[in-house]
Nanobody
Framework: QVQLVESGGGLVQAGGSLRLSCAASGIIGRINTMGWFRQAPGKEREFVGAVSRSGGSTVYADSVKGRFTITRDNARVMMYLQMNNLKPEDTAIYYC??????????????????WGQGTQVTVSS
């Protein structure tokens, strides 16, 4: 079993930045990919982005490409989501997830092995 815990959410003005963190623990030997999803009120869960085990491959949703960056620190089993130039439409609960591959992250429904509890990001205008 893998456990994931997000942190770093908060309230920020449009144009500002936040960095979210995801800490993983437990049995993670076969989980190669870590990524982020988000869910806004009244909307379905949305894929944000993911990073491969090595950190050499990343995939982002078009809505965040160029503004958000995902990195990972394998030694610390941590993943980060750097969010710049935030917009009010970025307001959502952000969830950390783990899966065997990026393809597993982007299928509908996603074939994930673990979810975090979520952290709220609110962007005011």
């Amino acid at each position: 079993q893998v456990q994931l815990v997000e942190s770093g959410g908060g309230l920020v003005q449009a144009g500002g930045s936040l960095r979210l963190s995801c800490a993983a623990s437990g049995i993670i030997g076969r989980i190669n990919t870590m990524g982020w999803f988000r869910q806004a009120p009244g909307k379905e869960r949305e894929f944000v982005g993911a990073v491969s085990r090595s950190g050499g491959s990343t995939v982002y949703a078009d809505s965040v490409k160029g503004r958000f960056t995902i990195t990972r620190d394998n030694a610390r089993v941590m993943m980060y989501l750097q969010m710049n130039n935030l917009k009010p439409e970025d307001t959502a609960i952000y969830y950390c997830a783990a899966a065997a591959s990026i393809a597993h992250m982007t299928t509908i429904p996603p074939r994930t092995n673990a979810w975090g509890q979520g952290t709220q990001v609110t962007v005011s205008s």
